[in-house]
């Protein structure tokens, strides 16, 4: 079976009519440099929706009809490329069906190790080497430093806090809902949570950093964004990773319009791209292992069963319902 | 004579009635440290509104019925400092006054040569340094690059332009009327300039930079910043130095909606304040020296005489009536 699109969610919420499954059978030939590949597990990121509305900065196009494109990882099952034998582990731009033809190049070869789909979408795929390279080459963040995440509950923000914790900041996330801030702060690690549905993130940051946001990491844009530009220290660096809520609402959201404020602060506001910093994947995923082995990091991620699931387990990102990756099984 | 600050301009344009004359008597008695100056020249400059306002941001608060204060350049009548002598120029925080009192440990020393009040003022003070400052340490231009700036009429942005072209950039410049884009082109050698009264920035700046804009430095903030957030090429840097969009509007303008534009761009937006870079300001000074003297570069300013304008003066600052540097000559 797959799942493919069927309209664009261009200024709105995603819905579940934006998806049309189907049950064509795979693709019987093979070209020459393409792998077959049965899909065993399926990333949830924020940019699909992007992809699904062919917003402009992002980089793959998408067509009404064609299958939903997403991060993921499978196992060969065919190949005409010299690169990948029959049940090598691939990873890179999937989509929502059992079995994909992709381009042997376009795909990167996975440790088969225990756990290797999880980890390679999350801890040491794009969500965790997003969350690396933004901290360290965009954040640089210093020991002592007050680190801000936004979006702390998710696939990156989670991991944004532990590798801030290990730089020896002070890491403070924000996230919807008491129980994901206890299990941000019992589990994850980190020195204190804003529940931004109950308290007011402006006037808690402020009682909680006094001195300001040395690192400020925002997944969320809007109002977020803006009320905590206003507490920056001075030479802070903003590191804008993602804008859930440009995602969500109709038309643009305004601006921060406590931008300015960098200018009072000397500070600075910066996006990246993870290509960026493709040369130096390998680091990223090296030093993101040793972490793991020395317990230093954890991966915490919802696993959700099924590619039936697919469209209501997508929305559910957007609604914030989440804690740490979300993956969705389709084969073990 | 003086003028006193009688109301705060808090969100809405300056007016004459936030000004009061009086005639009061010069301080007479001079304690340890301080010096009594003949105030020859003022700056205007729009962070005056702010420091008006007490926004927390700026550096020095001000009091209803003191005096306005300003950058100038004075002679030193009477001293009790050490570091100056009747008859020495000096160079800081002045006001709106024939004659000031102030701490010689605020004041700096300026090169008794011709113009010297105006090239302190201008070229070789706060809006050289900031042009200076901000384009070669914050903006880093590279040969070829094409720099937008906006506000280019202005004391800083007409410098901008000219050390852009120094630095083997492409330039446009915005500004407000026929006449100003003319001389922009014509005198101070700017590639192009786009008038925004009366042509669209965002479209022109797509016909004359196809491959986007590499450094961006904004004086204006508002909808021109957002307009041009959308045109930046990859890696670019946005140079936030003022904001008279914000200084006019009552309340805060809206944020720049195009922001995130630097996530897909990997651009970064960085404000500064020109006491970050203290320690250089003799490099930058001499820089600009040596630039003026090849004639590489030239101080447009304008000079109103009388101190008895300066509501009125300052007042064409904010609606860009200015070209170049507007300064206020207090005596000879």
């Known amino acids: 079976m797959r799942w493919k699109i069927a309209a664009r969610p261009i200024g709105r919420e995603l819905r579940i009519g934006d998806f049309e499954r189907d049950s064509a059978p795979p693709e019987l030939a093979l070209r020459e440099g393409a792998i077959r590949v049965q899909v065993l597990m399926l990333s949830c990121d924020p940019a699909q929706k992007g992809w699904m509305e062919n917003v402009a900065g992002y980089a793959a196009p998408t067509e009404i009809g064609g299958v939903m494109p997403a991060g993921g990882v499978g196992r060969v099952l065919e190949s005409r490329a010299a690169e990948f034998a029959p049940g090598d582990l691939v990873q890179g731009t999937l989509g929502w069906s059992d079995e994909m033809v992709v381009e042997a190049s376009a795909m990167r070869r996975v440790r088969d190790e225990p756990d290797a789909p999880r980890l390679a979408l999350g801890l040491l795929g794009s969500s965790g080497l997003t969350a690396y390279f933004g901290l360290a080459r965009i954040g640089v963040p210093q020991p002592g430093d007050t680190l801000v995440v936004t979006g702390a509950g ?68 809007g109002q977020m964004l803006d009320d905590l530009l206003a507490r920056i220290a001075r030479k802070a660096r903003v590191v804008i990773c993602g804008g859930i809520a440009r995602y969500q609402q109709g038309g643009r959201p305004p601006g921060p319009a406590s931008y300015f404020n960098i200018v009072f602060k000397s500070a600075r506001m910066e996006g990246f791209l993870l290509s960026d910093f493709a040369d130096d994947h390998d680091i990223g995923r090296d030093r993101l292992r040793t972490w793991l082995a020395e317990k230093r990091i954890v991966q915490r991620d919802e696993v959700v069963d099924g590619l039936e699931n697919a469209p209501q387990t997508l929305m559910r990102l957007f609604r914030g319902e989440n804690r740490g990756k979300l993956l969705i099984r389709v084969a073990d």
């Open 154 to 221: 998710g696939g990156v923000g989670s991991i944004v806090g532990q590798i801030g914790k290990i730089a020896g900041c002070r890491v403070i996330g924000l996230a919807g809902g008491a129980d994901k801030c206890r299990w941000l702060t019992d589990e994850l690690g980190f020195d204190h949570a804003i529940d931004y549905k109950a308290e007011n993130p402006k006037q808690r940051v402020r009682e909680l950093a006094p001195g300001g946001i040395d690192v400020l990491w925002d997944n969320v844009g």
